[in-house]
Every structure is written in C-alpha cells, then in structure tokens.
C-alpha cells in the first residue's frame, strides 16, 4: 500500500517562500507520476504543478507559473514542490498523489490519481 507523506507548509508572509516536499513509504517515486494539488476551504481541488514518471515531463498551472517549481530528488525518493513570491490566494492545504500504473505523462485532473497523503497547509499572510 501506497502511503504519501506531505511537509513543509506553514505561515509565511506574502511573498516568502516555502519548499513543499513528498515522500513514500514503501513505492519507488522515481518511476510515477506525481502531482501537487491544492484545496482552499469553500473551493475544489486543483491541480497546481505535475511531473510525469521517468521522463520528466513538468505542468504548471497558470496561476502559479513562474514562481513555483516542482522537481525530484531520487537520493531522497521525494518529489519537492518549491513555492516563491507567494500570495494569499496561494493560502490551501497542499497534496501530493500518485496514479496506480506508471506513466509519461501528467495530468491535472483528481480523478487520475489512487493515492494521496494527507496535506499540508500552507498560509500566506497579506
């Protein structure tokens, strides 16, 4: 059983930074894709950045494009997501989840994903 570990959120002031990172107990991240989704109360849940299995391919959305950047760290079988100039619309609680099979590809859409860990929160104060 697939389980995913979010951390590094937290409070920080409009344009600090935070660096989110996700784990796995027991998978191999290197070979799956992964996405980061967000989640403000009152909203659905949305995809914010992605990256494909083995090959690398990367997704921004475009309200964070520019500023957040998503990479992988094999050593440490983590897939970081880095968050600059933030802004309190960027204020949700944060997910990583992984798809059952391994793919090339990413995409934003929650129902392609079977596990998630649990989130993180991240508050960005104006």
């Known amino acids: 059983q697939v389980q995913l570990v979010e951390s590094g959120g937290g409070l920080v002031q409009s344009g600090g930074s935070l660096r989110l990172s996700c784990t796995a107990a027991?998978?191999?991240?290197?070979?799956?894709?992964i996405g980061w989704f967000r989640q403000a109360p009152g909203k659905e849940r949305e995809g914010v950045s992605c990256?494909?299995?083995?090959?690398?391919?990367?997704h921004y959305s475009d309200s964070v494009k520019g500023r957040f950047t998503i990479s992988r760290d094999n050593a440490k079988n983590t897939v970081d997501l880095e968050m600059n100039d933030l802004k309190p619309e960027d204020t949700a609680v944060y997910f990583c989840?992984?798809?059952?099979?391994?793919?090339?590809?990413?995409?934003?859409?929650?129902?392609?994903?079977?596990?998630w860990g649990k989130g993180t929160q991240v508050t960005v104060s104006s």
């Open positions: 027991g998978d191999d991240l290197h070979y799956y894709a």
């Open positions: 990256i494909s299995g083995s090959h690398d391919l990367i």
């Open positions: 989840a992984q798809p059952h099979v391994m793919a090339r590809f990413c995409i934003f859409d929650v129902g392609h994903y079977d596990y």
